[in-house]
């Protein structure tokens, strides 16, 4: 017996749309809706195994239930656009599916299912609908059943008329005088006023149905009800036929014209990749059952061992793919597992104990004439050293061709990167290890087979990486800046940098002096001893002892977050002294500890990761440890830097830092005259800015004119509000928004450049930086304020932080090369947002002081000069 599945569209689209947030591609389409309908889809077509299957569609504003009542679904909202714009897609999909759709003009998908589930009905046919729609219970029958969604579209649940019998007490058809009396707002039908679903449920228990109610209107017992009836016969009546699902529309449609016999994987594929739905893309079946077989016997791979490795040292070609499976996701620690190669006829598993005794492999790997295509470059460098193995002449990185195409996807991995770009698929790692406490080593079947597919993968994506790439003009960027640069940050995270762990625990007694001392002092102010980093007990000290004003409520009580407390600062020292033992206590945990936990036993240096895909605006940011927001405001977490010292003695530590690179790199996209002038004749900017917009003489620019100019020149970059500023300077909105506008008047072409990028951003639908890198803005063209202003703000802050990333990069390439070239033995330590950190030996200081901001200062030719400062010391922190 067949069994045949109904899907109501519209209900569905809905709920998933509001179930799901504002998710987009990255050519800005949405796709929420898409994607709750298709994981919907997904699940009915794996639970239900439906053989026959339609999804009925509403057509047309205007149904004939208008007629009888104007106002029918007129308390409904307009559909968003971003919703509206989903159904094409939503049609789109049911065709990649194979699954037919179905909508008559001037009917609702109601009325289709109605009359098809009556068609069923009478042929005896197992069927089921599904809706998000109450209304629908009325059709289920001993063959029909109605499964309604719950949680968004995660989960059914499934009615037939016993379930109805058990949760209302009433026969399906009678659902129809349920909505009668008690109306439905989502369909503005308007029923009794005053009766609820309780209220209904009784009548409806003693009556049958919305007639027998009010011929026995007499009867019913409470006064008021009685008169609410009375008054409303004829709303009852039209609510009643409203809700009425039609049973004989007009459908040309034959049951077996819905006939299913699965999909087919590869436009099922297509579509989802077309969408970036990158999770979904391992739920993929083959149409037919043997499918999984079939892909089994279609990947074929050899295991290399000691017997036959000799026979396969031909296969080790030019190019070749290359993955490295390590055990652990810190590549600084992790242990080889082993290796997957692969080209166009092979793919091959290496263990680490075979490959350790592969000389041929080893020679290869070595061989910088031998072009190899790898998932991470810098990992897979890295890693190896680390084992003793050098690894030349990577020519590809799908990791960084893949983040280069779409940056909001950061750290892609290869199972990703897979199912968009490779024919076939790759479990992802935590399927096959498991997660956490859970996590082992596979078998060593499975595990060389993943490993070889990897490789196999990472070789069939280079190609449509590359056409991508090409299409997207980011071929150079690829190339010429973060492929060089991965080798760079190799070497950087290699070398390390040494850190002093005595003075790090110094820097730990010293804290805990001070947090003991602001810990007496809290207790002092406060009357009483508590435990300050209970958010609970410090909220009873504030606002029940303190009676301090509650500016904002949580569910566990008022708030006693960083940004309420600075708030609270004017009403009571104890403020204060709060936000300091939290800032102290946090360094002492995070920083000094942090940092202690990470020195590499043999090295006496951390190792941090630099991350090079992980930023939407392509700046690099670091971890194992992070050493990219150590907080330098606070002069004891500028001290953490005195740990920081160079690897061997006689050396010094050199730090030089691009000065106000974010406002020259606007003063030249920008073009704005006043802006190139001011850094052309090398002037303080934000005493230039001042002077301008003041309209003083340079000697008449007061501190506080030159404090709020600097807080306008940053926030500009930013696109900040007139309330941001407002709050920054604790100035009125007024205030803050006259003071932005004498600013655009002054510097015009920022104006006129911000209001540029916004408008090209809405029509191409991203944004790039002077080297052609991308951030795609999918809510540019929201209808949601927030979303657009703040893709709006991104616009805008993008071209120019990423530039300032994209100028940085550069010249940690060309400084590289600069100190190769030059034989000389000052190494690259860090790189912490616009600034560069070296070791330098005594006898370069000079040259390198020299070096240093001529490759950093013309890394970029900008219309305006780049500046950079340079200083040394013993540690990092004497480098100031």
């Not at 940056?407 to 968009?420: G, L, Y």
């Not at 602001?518 to 209970?534: Q, V």
């Not at 403020?575 to 945990?589: A, H």
């Amino acid at each position: 017996m067949g069994h045949f599945v109904l899907i109501d569209g519209n209900s569905i689209a809905n709920r998933a749309f509001y179930a799901l947030p504002l998710l987009s591609t990255s050519a800005g389409l949405h796709t929420n809706a898409v994607l709750g309908f298709t994981t919907m889809l997904l699940k009915v077509l794996e639970e239900l195994q439906p053989t026959h299957i339609m999804v009925a569609f509403d057509a047309g504003k205007v149904v004939f239930r208008h007629s009888e009542f104007a106002e029918y679904k007129g308390g409904r909202k307009k559909t968003p656009p971003e919703l509206s714009e989903q159904f094409p897609l939503m049609r789109e999909l049911l065709d990649a599916f194979s699954i037919k759709r179905f909508e008559l003009e001037g009917y609702e998908a109601d009325d289709i299912i109605g009359t098809l589930t009556k068609q069923a009905d009478e042929q005896n046919w197992k069927t089921t609908v599904i809706t998000g729609d109450k209304d629908m219970l009325q059709l289920v029958s001993d063959h029909v059943s109605v499964a309604l969604t719950r949680k968004g579209v995660s989960e059914i649940e499934l009615y037939t008329p016993q379930e109805i019998t058990d949760k209302y007490g009433l026969e399906p058809l009678q659902i129809i005088d349920l909505k009668g009396l008690m109306g439905d707002t989502s369909d503005n039908i308007p029923g009794v006023p005053g009766v609820g679903e309780k209220t209904a449920l009784k009548l409806l228990h003693e009556y049958g149905s919305v007639e027998q109610v009010l011929e026995n209107v007499d009867r019913v017992s409470g006064k008021k009800l009685q008169e609410n009836l009375r008054e409303n016969v004829d709303k009852a009546k039209l609510s009643k036929a409203l809700a009425t699902i039609m049973r004989d529309a007009p459908v040309e449609l034959n049951l077996g014209d819905t006939a299913y016999d699965g999909y087919d994987g590869a436009s099922v594929t297509e579509f989802f990749k077309k969408m970036e739905f990158k999770s979904l893309l391992s739920k993929v079946k083959g149409t037919a059952p043997t499918a999984q077989s079939e892909e089994k016997q279609a990947f074929s791979f050899e295991v290399v061992t000691s017997a036959n490795a000799d026979a396969f040292a031909a296969n080790l070609t030019s190019p070749m793919a290359i993955y490295v499976e390590m055990d652990g996701e810190n590549y600084h620690h992790a242990p080889i597992l082993g290796f997957g190669l692969a080209n166009e006829d092979i793919a091959l598993y290496v263990s680490w104990d075979e490959a350790k005794e592969w000389e041929a492999f080893r020679n290869w790997l070595g061989d910088a004439g031998q072009e190899k295509w790898t998932f991470d470059g810098k990992r897979d460098t890295v890693g190896l050293a680390w084992h003793g193995l050098d690894i030349k002449g990577i020519n590809f990185d799908v990791y960084l061709a893949s983040y280069l195409l779409n940056a909001a996807e950061s750290n892609p991995t290869v199972d990703s990167i897979a199912a968009q770009y490779a024919q076939i698929r790759v479990l992802p790692d935590e399927e096959l290890y498991g997660k956490g406490a859970k996590r082992l080593i596979p078998e060593t079947d499975e595990l060389s087979e993943h490993v070889a597919k990897k490789a196999k993968a990472i070789w069939q994506s280079v190609p449509v990486l590359r056409e991508q790439l090409e299409e997207n003009d980011l071929s150079g960027l690829l190339n010429d800046l973060e492929g060089p640069l991965s080798l760079v940050l190799a070497e950087m995270e290699k070398h390390g940098v040494r850190v002093n762990a005595e003075r790090l625990a110094q820097m730990g007694d010293e804290l805990d002096r001070k947090l003991e001392e602001l810990t007496a002092k809290i207790y002092d102010l406060a009357g009483m001893s508590f435990n300050i980093n209970s958010p609970k007990q410090l909220g009873e000290v504030l606002y029940e002892k303190l009676d301090l004003p509650v500016l904002k409520k949580t569910k566990t009580g008022p708030s006693t977050s960083a940004d309420v407390l600075e708030k609270l600062a004017p009403y009571h020292p104890i403020i204060d002294t709060i936000l300091t033992f939290r800032q102290l206590g946090k360094l002492r945990s995070t920083y000094i500890e942090g940092l202690t936990k990470e020195i590499h036993g043999n090295t006496s240096k951390v190792h941090t990761i630099f991350n090079q895909a992980t930023t939407a605006t392509g700046r690099l940011s670091s971890t194992d440890p992070n050493l990219q927001n150590i907080p330098i405001r606070m002069e004891e977490g500028r001290k953490i830097r005195e740990a920081f010292i160079p690897s061997e003695a006689d050396c010094y530590i050199l730090a030089a830092d691009y000065s106000q690179i974010e406002l020259r790199i606007l003063a030249h996209i920008s073009g704005d005259e006043n802006l190139i002038d001011a850094f052309r004749k090398n002037m303080d900017i934000h005493t230039r800015t001042a002077m301008d917009v003041f309209g003083v003489a340079e000697q008449d620019v007061t501190s506080l004119m030159r404090r709020q100019a600097k807080a306008v020149n940053f926030g500009i970059v930013y696109g900040i509000s007139d309330y941001g500023l407002s709050q920054n300077l604790n100035i009125t909105r007024k205030e803050a928004g006259d003071f932005i506008e004498r600013y655009f008047s002054v510097f015009s072409g920022v104006k006129r450049w911000m209001e540029e990028i916004v408008q090209q951003a809405k029509q191409d639908g991203y944004v790039t930086t002077l080297l052609q890198r991308r951030r795609y803005l999918p809510d540019i063209r929201s209808s949601n304020f927030n979303l657009r202003s703040f893709a709006e703000r991104t616009a805008m802050n993008t071209p120019i932080q990423g530039t300032a990333a994209d100028v940085i990069k550069l010249a940690m390439i060309r400084m590289q090369k600069s100190l190769e070239e030059k034989g000389l033995k000052s190494r690259m330590l860090l790189q912490v947002h616009d600034e560069l950190v070296f070791e330098v030996p005594q006898d370069e200081l000079e040259l390198m002081q020299e070096l240093v901001p001529e490759v950093m200062e013309n890394a970029l030719e900008l219309d305006v000069p780049l500046k950079v400062d340079v200083n040394y010391g013993r540690s990092w922190y004497d480098a100031k």
